[in-house]
């Protein structure tokens, strides 16, 4: 039986097929991990996959239901790993699930180079906040602020940890687009596709997915916009069949 501690709750993952650990004061995942763990190439029968900055393993636990590999995450923070740990356990996926608690920095040392299949990240978006937000909620201000990594850092850990040809997939803000491909292009990874996502049609795109291949040839395909609601604010048919299975 897998406890809850504080003010955490079990929430439900793609239509009650699984549950995650969550906490109001120290994490919820985003719908950006579940948009990148849907946009990410896998393979489905075997590989091994790396989820960096993955709080309590949303996107572990969505993946896994994409591919019969091996999923680790990287989490920082020792609250929220241990949430990831244990919405793994409740899951019964600890055969091909697992978690490492460190900084992403320091794990080409842990885990080498060149190892994995796919790596995935949703990094923290934002500069490093003020001291007033950072004493509000430090739990909040490291998930979403670059205290502990850069967006350089990210692309450049990745590169390291992926192998020649393997996939590399980001989630971020547009705005920081132009970043993020150059980043990628100096680390070797060469960006392949990218998606941007809306809000609703008519409204500016309000996030980023690209994804790499190390050492890939030139040539970016740029998909079909995403768009979240309809004009009456329910979700499109793409948007359920992402969270729920549905169309």
């Not at 950072?134 to 990210?154: F, G, K, M, S």
């Amino acid at each position: 039986m897998v406890e809850l501690h504080g003010d955490e709750r079990l929430d439900y993952l793609l239509d009650e097929r699984m549950k995650i650990i969550q906490s109001p004061s120290v994490f919820n995942f985003s719908l950006d991990a579940v948009l990148l763990a849907n946009f990410v190439y896998v393979p489905i029968q075997k590989g091994t996959l790396l989820d960096l900055c993955t709080g309590n393993a949303v996107i572990p636990l969505l993946l896994s239901e994409r591919t019969k590999g091996t999923i680790t995450g990287v989490e920082i923070q020792e609250r929220i790993y241990d949430m990831a740990v244990r919405s793994i356990q409740y899951n019964h996926l600890e055969d091909r699930l697992s978690v490492i608690h460190g900084d992403i920095n320091d794990i080409p040392e842990v885990l080498g180079n060149a190892g994995f299949d796919v790596v995935t990240c949703n990094p923290p978006y934002f500069p490093t906040p003020s001291e007033t937000e950072y004493n509000e909620n430090p739990h909040l201000a490291i998930a979403r602020h670059e205290i502990y990594c850069t967006l350089e850092d990210v692309v450049r850990v990745s590169s390291g940890l992926v192998r020649h040809g393997g996939k590399v997939a980001f989630v971020h803000r547009p705005e920081r687009l132009l970043d993020i491909v150059t980043l990628m292009r100096q680390y070797k990874i060469e960006p392949k596709r990218m998606r941007l996502v809306y809000p609703k049609a008519g409204k500016e795109a309000n996030t980023l997915l690209v994804e790499g291949i190390k050492y890939g040839k030139a040539g970016l395909k740029i998909l079909p916009p995403l768009y979240v609601y309809k004009e009456n604010n329910e979700y499109t048919e793409e948007m359920l069949e992402i969270l729920y299975g549905e169309r």
